[in-house]
């Protein structure tokens, strides 16, 4: 390795070891500056590394990548739409080579809290990628699924990247300027354009979510309601039902939690009973308005293009009774041909099914099935507890010129965490209709706020450990064990 490479190295390892994981009494010098006795504290260097600004702007390529607001189709160019991939890849080689050459002690690795947090996930995407490897190099199919389970690695490299980091919420933040820099601009342009052209079609995931993360980041009122609205009145502006879909996702979850706040800061019986006849109230309202909606459909809503999606969900259904329970192995091709009539966005007529969770179940079957369905909501579930236990810290701020307690550290993660349990919810929702797992830039921005939500809760997880439960011995089964008075023998 040249000795300008080794160096850089060397340098990132002496911030690391100045800014370690928590706030503690080594963030200050002892050879600070001394009078009469007093050593004065001298703040350490706390805030991001090379690679972790390296890792934002690979983020915000990605976002430009997938959202594209020049229309210049860069997520489809052949020699160019896995630049993102490739850089990011780059960075993450610079990042634990650093880590391994020049670990600092008592720094922990995380890597084996990443992999009981996502285990099903990495499992699923060593399947897929054998069986796309198989039918690509035996089979010569071109359009495999290669790319649903390599960028499923995505979500553990940036969930090590963010677990480590000195600040992680300053990271997040990062992240979400960078990407919600490039949706904004990409609402303005759809504003100004109208329906007739979809900018974020398909990737709606990484516009409208926006809403929810501008919900709970910003600190006045002016401005929470001002990107919530934007963001969320981005559905109108495309005209699309994932995005309708999304909005209203964006609000039931925020609602829901605000109802929660609500119930856990009640003190008695009554107030909690007004909050339960509140929830009820809203649940039946929001019954009520979803059933119109449905009524109104054809009148208010697109027609979703029914004869292709139900076609190509047939084809995908058969394939999985032909082999329920792993599929085809994914061995087979990613597209199929469509036969009703001539698309007008396709030469070839071969498209995708539409439906990443049909095509998971037809050619995986039921064990890659489960195995999705497992990482999800584990992921998920660590995100949304560490967004419970960080809320119920209240932090006193450090004063001036002092670095952040552990507390602050935990609070502050708290709106990364919900935007990244949106972006990934929302994913979640969206390729059920459009594919996305298969795209190499729209995954990777999926998976990265995963990954990123994943390393959030990591560090929340370890400032503010849950409450441990006793463990009954077996002198418990039977009640408690009598102990004879003092001095008996």
């Given at each position: 390795?040249?000795?300008?490479?080794?160096?850089?190295?060397?340098?990132?390892?002496?911030?690391?070891?100045?800014?370690?994981?928590?706030?503690?009494?080594?963030?200050?010098?002892?050879?600070?500056?001394?009078?009469?006795?007093?050593?004065?504290?001298?703040?350490?260097?706390?805030?991001?590394?090379?690679?972790?600004?390296?890792?934002?702007?690979?983020?915000?390529?990605?976002?430009?990548?997938?959202?594209?607001?020049?229309?210049?189709?860069?997520?489809?160019?052949?020699?160019?739409?896995?630049?993102?991939?490739?850089?990011?890849?780059?960075?993450?080689?610079?990042?634990?080579?650093?880590?391994?050459?020049?670990?600092?002690?008592?720094?922990?690795?995380?890597?084996?809290?990443?992999?009981?947090?996502?285990?099903?996930?990495?499992?699923?995407?060593?399947?897929?990628?054998?069986?796309?490897?198989?039918?690509?190099?035996?089979?010569?199919?071109?359009?495999?699924?290669?790319?649903?389970?390599?960028?499923?690695?995505?979500?553990?490299?940036?969930?090590?990247?963010?677990?480590?980091?000195?600040?992680?919420?300053?990271?997040?933040?990062?992240?979400?300027?960078?990407?919600?820099?490039?949706?904004?601009?990409?609402?303005?342009?759809?504003?100004?354009?109208?329906?007739?052209?979809?900018?974020?079609?398909?990737?709606?995931?990484?516009?409208?979510?926006?809403?929810?993360?501008g919900w709970y980041a910003a600190r006045s009122w002016p401005a929470r309601i001002f990107l919530f609205l934007f963001f969320a009145s981005l559905a109108l502006a495309q005209h699309k039902n994932t995005g309708y879909l999304l909005a209203f996702f964006?609000?039931?979850?925020?609602?829901?939690?605000?109802?929660?706040?609500?119930?856990?800061?009640?003190?008695?019986?009554?107030?909690?009973?007004?909050?339960?006849?509140?929830?009820?109230?809203?649940?039946?309202?929001?019954?009520?308005?979803?059933?119109?909606?449905?009524?109104?459909?054809?009148?208010?809503?697109?027609?979703?293009?029914?004869?292709?999606?139900?076609?190509?969900?047939?084809?995908?259904?058969?394939?999985?009774?032909?082999?329920?329970?792993?599929?085809?192995?994914?061995?087979?091709?990613?597209?199929?041909?469509?036969?009703?009539?001539?698309?007008?966005?396709?030469?070839?007529?071969?498209?995708?099914?539409?439906?990443?969770?049909?095509?998971?179940?037809?050619?995986?079957?039921?064990?890659?099935?489960?195995?999705?369905?497992?990482?999800?909501?584990?992921?998920?579930?660590?995100?949304?507890?560490?967004?419970?236990?960080?809320?119920?810290?209240?932090?006193?701020?450090?004063?001036?010129?002092?670095?952040?307690?552990?507390?602050?550290?935990?609070?502050?993660?708290?709106?990364?965490?919900?935007?990244?349990?949106?972006?990934?919810?929302?994913?979640?929702?969206?390729?059920?209709?459009?594919?996305?797992?298969?795209?190499?830039?729209?995954?990777?921005?999926?998976?990265?706020?995963?990954?990123?939500?994943?390393?959030?809760?990591?560090?929340?997880?370890?400032?503010?450990?849950?409450?441990?439960?006793?463990?009954?011995?077996?002198?418990?089964?039977?009640?408690?064990?009598?102990?004879?008075?003092?001095?008996?023998?």
């Amino acid at each position: 390795m040249p000795a300008r490479g080794i160096a850089i190295l060397q340098r990132e390892a002496d911030l690391q070891r100045a800014a370690p994981a928590f706030v503690s009494a080594s963030r200050f010098s002892p050879a600070g500056s001394s009078y009469g006795g007093y050593t004065r504290p001298r703040r350490a260097h706390v805030g991001l590394l090379m690679t972790d600004y390296l890792l934002l702007l690979v983020m915000f390529a990605a976002a430009f990548w997938v959202l594209d607001p020049p229309r210049l189709g860069l997520d489809r160019l052949t020699g160019i739409k896995h630049l993102p991939l490739l850089a990011l890849a780059g960075v993450v080689t610079v990042a634990v080579t650093g880590a391994a050459l020049f670990r600092a002690p008592n720094t922990p690795l995380y890597g084996r809290a990443i992999a009981r947090a996502a285990w099903p996930l990495l499992l699923f995407a060593a399947g897929v990628m054998g069986g796309s490897l198989y039918g690509r190099l035996l089979h010569g199919v071109e359009n495999s699924f290669l790319n649903m389970g390599l960028l499923v690695w995505v979500m553990p490299a940036t969930a090590w990247m963010a677990a480590r980091c000195a600040d992680p919420a300053k990271l997040a933040r990062g992240f979400f300027l960078a990407l919600g820099g490039v949706a904004f601009a990409v609402g303005l342009l759809q504003w100004a354009r109208g329906g007739g052209v979809a900018y974020y079609h398909g990737t709606e995931y990484a516009v409208i979510p926006l809403a929810i993360y501008g919900w709970y980041a910003a600190r006045s009122w002016p401005a929470r309601i001002f990107l919530f609205l934007f963001f969320a009145s981005l559905a109108l502006a495309q005209h699309k039902n994932t995005g309708y879909l999304l909005a209203f996702f964006a609000v039931a979850y925020c609602a829901v939690q605000a109802w929660r706040a609500g119930y856990r800061a009640a003190r008695d019986a009554m107030a909690r009973e007004r909050q339960v006849g509140w929830a009820a109230f809203l649940l039946i309202g929001t019954c009520l308005f979803s059933l119109g909606f449905y009524a109104l459909r054809k009148l208010l809503l697109p027609s979703g293009n029914p004869d292709y999606r139900l076609h190509t969900y047939q084809k995908a259904l058969d394939k999985f009774f032909d082999s329920p329970l792993v599929g085809t192995g994914f061995t087979g091709p990613a597209t199929e041909r469509f036969e009703l009539y001539q698309v007008a966005v396709s030469s070839s007529n071969v498209l995708p099914t539409h439906s990443d969770p049909l095509d998971i179940l037809a050619n995986g079957g039921v064990i890659y099935s489960l195995l999705f369905v497992l990482g999800a909501w584990l992921l998920l579930r660590l995100m949304l507890g560490a967004i419970a236990r960080a809320e119920l810290v209240v932090p006193q701020r450090p004063g001036r010129g002092m670095p952040p307690t552990p507390q602050a550290m935990a609070r502050d993660c708290v709106a990364p965490l919900h935007g990244c349990v949106a972006i990934f919810a929302s994913a979640l929702i969206v390729c059920a209709f459009n594919p996305v797992l298969t795209q190499p830039n729209a995954a990777l921005v999926m998976w990265a706020a995963a990954g990123l939500g994943l390393g959030l809760a990591l560090r929340v997880r370890e400032i503010l450990p849950p409450p441990a439960t006793p463990r009954r011995g077996r002198h418990d089964k039977a009640g408690p064990r009598h102990v004879p008075p003092a001095g008996a023998r």
